[in-house]
Each structure stands twice: as C-alpha cells, then as structure tokens.
C-alpha cells in the first residue's frame, strides 16, 4: 500500500497592535510634509490600533505533519511574533522609540517592511509568505519581501 499523500496547507495568525507616529520626511520641508501628509503630519502625531496578519507557507503551501497535525507550532509562532512585532511596537511611538524609524517614515508601507525583517530573522528561512498590516479597515499594505520591480 503507498503511503498518504502529502497534505499542504497554508497557515494565518493575526496580531492587534497599537502605536502612534507622525508621517513626517527629513528631506522635506515642514510646508512640503504638510501637503504631502496632511493631517498625518501632525506635530504630536496621531494613533492606529494596527492588525498585522501573516501568511506562512513554503513554496506556497507548508507539509502537514503526520505527527503533530500542524504545519508550525503555534506557540512557537505566537512567541516569534511577540518578540518581532509585540515588543518593539505595542503601545509606542514609532518615530521616537522604534531606531528603525529614526531615518525611515512610519508608514504602513515601512511598518510592514519592519514587521517582515523582524519575522524573517526568527522564522525558519523560507516559510514567511507575505505580511499584511491593516492601518484602518480601508488602508491596508501587503508586503512579501525583496520584491522588485524589472525595467
């Protein structure tokens, strides 16, 4: 009799974080940021209770263990995205207590940039698919690492 197929599967896991930041650019003048950004370039900055959503796969689609029935570990997983995204970002101003964002504008664009970093250095190689970050229900960033754009 020949063994069972393989079973693929992809597996999602969402976090809720909140943090606050100014869209704000260096190279830019304070009138510049100000049309660029608008309201988002407030001085004080302003808040989001971000959702960040991963998709973990390999070669689009991760083996079901035989063993454990699961394709990660998901305490694993719930500590790695403590450590990549929880900590450095949960409850903080992006642009003051995050080095990241020192030299780099907090949009969703680059959080989503940061989370994928973060993830990557913890993760087993291969497995992060893609990282979504829900600024508001109506703007959200999907990011799948070092893409490129070919002229």
């Not at 069972?4 to 869209?23: D, M, N």
């Not at 991760?62 to 970002?89: F, H, R, W, Y």
């Not at 409850?91 to 959080?111: C, I, M, Q, R, W």
Request: with cysteine.
């Amino acid at each position: 009799m020949a063994p069972p197929a393989a079973r693929l599967a992809r597996l999602s896991r969402t976090v809720c974080f909140s943090a606050c930041h100014r869209l704000h650019s260096k190279s830019l003048s304070d009138e510049e940021n100000l049309k660029l950004f608008g309201k988002c370039n407030n001085p004080n900055g302003h808040g989001h209770n971000y959702k960040a959503r991963l998709l973990i796969s390999l070669l689009f689609s991760l083996q079901i263990d035989p063993v454990s029935g699961m394709v990660i570990n998901l305490t694993d997983l719930k500590e790695c995205m403590q450590e990549a995204i929880m900590e450095p970002l949960d409850h903080k101003n992006l642009d003051k207590d995050v080095p990241y964002f020192a030299e780099v504008v907090s949009t969703t664009e680059n959080v989503a940039v940061f989370i994928w970093e973060n993830l990557k250095k913890l993760l087993p190689m291969g497995i992060l698919y893609k990282v979504k970050v829900y600024e508001t229900d109506q703007n959200i960033v999907v990011y799948k690492g070092e893409e490129t754009i070919s002229e």
